[in-house]
């Protein structure tokens, strides 16, 4: 399942949990960092970024099951791009269009930043992909108490607030849609079945019922989770008898 943990001895595994989230986040803000307007100054500042997109990926074992998993992102991309490149005759910038068919064209802006955006996109999702996979929800609160350990020894008042535990249940609970999301999606196929042929009404009544399983479920495992938190709070801040 997409940015699910699996068990391994690759150079990513290895890898300490603190790095892989510094690198993933300074990763991710070199990739979308700087303008879009030039296509060379674009090229070469984020050639390096997928450099390195591709270095964790290879050093995370080169699963080609993982880039299957990313199929959303060129997909995500193309509608990024549609709406972005597609626009009216009479409207700013039709003058600049690569095709023109009769009140609608494509301006070469919108089609250039659509593309500029997929290539992030997947620069960062093949990232978070590589790190995810190789980094268990225990390592990332373990990485994020040392550093909230660190900073509370020069700032004491941070002791009082457990901002490490929050932020690494943020963390797991992207991948927990997901998982949450195959679940739903097998259970559905094992209580309808795969019809022939292409049925466009029971496909939109299908993905509404999945849909609406799935935000009951997340929100179900949110509520928990916040109760949990509480209960935790709750505890620590408790005198000691």
């Not at 890898?15 to 100054?41: P, Q, V």
């Not at 992207?174 to 999606?185: A, C, D, K, L, Y």
């Amino acid at each position: 399942m997409l940015f699910a943990y699996r068990k391994g001895s690759t150079p990513m595994h290895r890898a300490g949990a603190l790095l892989k989230i510094a690198l993933l986040t300074i990763l991710c803000i070199c990739t979308f960092s700087g303008s879009t307007t030039g296509t060379k100054e674009f090229l070469a500042r984020t050639s390096p970024c997928l450099a390195a997109s591709l270095l964790t990926f290879i050093l995370a074992g080169a699963r080609p099951n993982s880039l299957r998993q990313l199929l959303f992102v060129p997909v995500m991309g193309l509608f990024v791009t549609a709406f972005s490149a597609v626009s009216f005759s009479g409207a700013e910038g039709t003058e600049a269009a690569v095709i023109s068919a009769g009140f609608i064209a494509i301006s070469r802006e919108g089609l250039l930043y659509g593309l500029q955006y997929t290539l992030r996109f997947f620069i960062t999702a093949l990232a978070a992909q590589s790190v995810f996979e190789t980094t268990s929800a225990t390592e990332i609160t373990e990485a994020l108490e040392s550093v909230q350990d660190a900073l509370a020894r020069v700032l004491p008042p941070l002791k009082k607030y457990n901002l490490a535990l929050p932020l690494a249940l943020t963390l797991s609970f992207i991948p927990q849609v997901f998982s949450t999301w195959n679940r739903v999606h097998l259970a559905a196929l094992a209580r309808s079945g795969r019809p022939k042929g292409f049925h466009p009404v029971l496909l939109v009544r299908t993905a509404s019922a999945e849909l609406q399983a799935l935000l009951s479920s997340m929100l179900f495992q949110a509520e928990t989770k916040r109760k949990a938190l509480l209960n935790r709070s709750a505890q620590e801040t408790e005198p000691a008898p």
